[in-house]
């Protein structure tokens, strides 16, 4: 239960700034939803792969140093026609805000995919107008339910809301000649109309959310990243502080730069969004926060291995990046990444080096603190194949592999299988004169699946996956730990979980653990992709998507 506090006692936005630290995004859970019904319910938490949240997820971010939680919160799929928010689903958010505040942490409660490339909430000034009321009511709602919550519960207007043409960067990029002066206007105007409109309902809801610490955001959360147009500025430059604000207000942006130019230019890059958000934000008196952070070309969002070969890069910027918002006292949420699929349900950190560097470098030191790993757990991982009239396909391993650096993998398995039941295929980048991918098959022995790379049928590399196939109808096998193997005969456990290709479903299990009070099952989503709407894409779709779990650019 929440502390209570008078809104009088309330610190500052400038002083919520000093104290809230490094924060987290609980990513493509509670605004995860799909585009197959106009409706959803509590299931939507699970949509995109994540597992349910739970209150020890939150205990293991706030033993790890995180001091912050933004919960992005997608509403529009759970409101009814008169704009009413569904009871149940009200209820959901709270029992996770409470997860957050009960572990003493500042919480970020927002509006989500509400607005964005399928929202309803447009940066229009005639789409303000015919939704204002619905946009009113709702925020109406959640500061009514969580009014009597202290000073650590801060509210987020809107996410990142594009105009009527969809543009990223700034308002009319997508228009002809890439600007359009009637459009941008009325895009950064009403994004001012729905800052003021968020602004005048929360306050009058009294309680503690008179005074509470709120947020609004550049038109689409846009940093001003960039020098190839004279209009990057804009976003910053068009936003103001809604009337009758002055002391809890804070100006968000989002910040996915690019480390494909080298580290000194990334941090260049940084330099400047950070002195154009002086110039243009706090120079109006209001402190900012950087809402989601993340590098798309270090992959955060790929496969282990794309992770751990750029990881240098990537743990460089971040120490640069965290210690120059902390000297201008910006705090900062990651998206997602650190603890995502499986991880979340036990809990432990899938990347605990890099929530460790991030808390290191805003402290200085991540002495006192927890980082569990997978190296704590013990899980085995339950394939089943269901009535099939070809190889269905699990995927053990998902990424590229050079054959001279390693020369073989190895799925171990919990029970002995037939080679007729179970064999691996390994992708290559050779193809037969039809084009189709070559392959290399390897048949399992007992409780072993295990191939040695061979050049000839896959190339320089494995690519992009190996898979573990069945053709047995209604069959199951349980994977215990998978193994590739280098080139000088040393062994890398993979700590990806697997996940479905096609044809079945994939259960984790935990056997045994080193982290106290765990008992989770959780099942995986399958390898699909999805468009941020929901709806189910092919690989070779670009823009913005949702796979295995995560959210990426391809």
């Keep these: 239960m929440q502390v209570q506090v008078q809104a009088d006692d309330f610190e500052t936005a400038a002083e919520a700034a000093q104290n809230i630290g490094v924060g987290w995004n609980l990513g493509n859970t509670l605004e995860a939803y799909s585009a197959d019904s106009l409706t959803q319910g509590l299931e939507s938490e699970n949509y995109w792969g994540e597992p349910t949240t739970t209150k020890e997820l939150m205990t293991m971010m706030k033993e790890a140093g995180f001091n912050a939680i933004r919960i992005p919160v997608t509403w529009g799929k759970h409101m009814d026609e008169n704009g009413n928010v569904d009871a149940e689903w009200m209820a959901r958010v709270h029992e996770v805000v409470d997860y957050v505040i009960d572990n003493g942490m500042y919480c970020i409660l927002n509006v989500h995919h509400d607005t964005g490339e399928y929202g309803w909430l447009l940066a229009d000034e005639s789409v303000y107008n015919d939704v204002k009321d619905t946009y009113e009511s709702l925020w109406k709602q959640i500061a009514t339910e969580f009014k009597d919550y202290d000073e650590k519960l801060l509210f987020e207007a809107y996410n990142e809301m594009l105009d009527t043409l969809k543009s990223w960067c700034f308002a009319s990029f997508n228009a002809d000649g890439q600007y359009n002066e009637d459009i941008a206007t009325s895009a950064?105007?009403?994004?001012?109309?729905?800052?003021?409109?968020?602004?005048?309902?929360?306050?009058?809801?009294?309680?503690?959310?008179?005074?509470?610490?709120?947020?609004?955001?550049?038109?689409?959360?846009?940093?001003?990243?960039?020098?190839w147009n004279s209009h990057l500025k804009d976003p910053l430059k068009n936003l103001k502080v809604p009337e009758g604000e002055k002391d809890h207000l804070f100006f968000?942006?989002?910040?996915?730069?690019?480390?494909?130019?080298?580290?000194?230019?990334?941090?260049?890059?940084?330099?400047?969004?950070?002195?154009?958000?002086?110039?243009?934000?706090?120079?109006?008196?209001?402190?900012?926060?950087?809402?989601?952070?993340?590098?798309?070309?270090?992959?955060?969002?790929?496969?282990?291995?794309?992770?751990?070969?750029?990881?240098?890069?990537?743990?460089?910027?971040?120490?640069?990046l965290i210690t120059k918002t902390k000297e201008k006292n910006i705090p900062t949420f990651l998206w997602m990444c650190l603890s995502d699929g499986v991880a979340r349900s036990v809990p432990y950190f899938n990347q605990p080096d890099f929530a460790e560097k991030i808390v290191a470098s805003y402290y200085g030191s991540s002495e006192g603190y927890e980082y569990p790993s997978i190296d704590d757990v013990t899980l085995a991982y339950e394939v089943y194949y269901s009535d099939a009239s070809q190889w269905e396909e699990c995927?053990?391993?998902?990424?590229?592999?050079?054959?001279?650096?390693y020369k073989g993998i190895r799925v171990e398995l919990a029970e002995e299988h037939a080679a007729e039941d179970l064999s691996l295929k390994i992708y290559g980048e050779l193809k037969d004169a039809d084009g189709n991918v070559i392959g290399q098959p390897a048949a399992c022995n007992g409780n072993v699946c295990e191939a040695t790379f061979d050049a000839a049928q896959l190339g320089t590399k494995v690519t992009p996956r190996i898979t573990?196939?069945?053709?047995?109808?209604?069959y199951t096998a349980t994977i215990t730990k998978i193994v590739l193997i280098k080139a000088d005969g040393t062994e890398v456990t993979?700590?990806?979980?697997?996940?479905?290709f096609w044809g079945c479903t994939v259960t984790a299990k935990v056997i045994t653990t080193g982290i106290e009070n765990i008992n989770a099952t959780k099942t995986v989503s399958n390898d699909k992709i999805y468009s941020i709407t929901g709806q189910e894409v092919d690989e070779n779709y670009t823009g913005l998507v949702i796979k295995n779990g995560r959210k990426q650019i391809q």
Excluded: M
Excluded at 198 to 213: E, H, K, L, W, Y
Excluded at 395 to 405: H, K, P, Q
């Design 494 to 500: 993979v700590t990806d979980a697997p996940s479905v």
């Design 252 to 320: 968000e942006f989002h910040y996915y730069p690019t480390l494909d130019n080298g580290l000194s230019t990334a941090e260049a890059d940084l330099d400047d969004v950070l002195a154009a958000a002086e110039e243009y934000l706090t120079s109006q008196g209001v402190p900012v926060i950087i809402g989601e952070w993340g590098t798309f070309v270090n992959n955060q969002f790929g496969t282990n291995s794309d992770y751990s070969s750029n990881k240098d890069n990537l743990f460089d910027f971040t120490e640069y």
């Design 395 to 405: 995927i053990v391993y998902n990424g590229d592999l050079s054959l001279s650096e």
């Design 468 to 474: 573990l196939q069945c053709y047995t109808k209604d």
């Design 188 to 227: 950064y105007n009403a994004i001012n109309d729905y800052a003021q409109s968020f602004v005048d309902v929360v306050r009058a809801t009294g309680g503690n959310n008179s005074q509470r610490n709120i947020i609004v955001s550049t038109y689409g959360a846009c940093s001003g990243s960039g020098s």
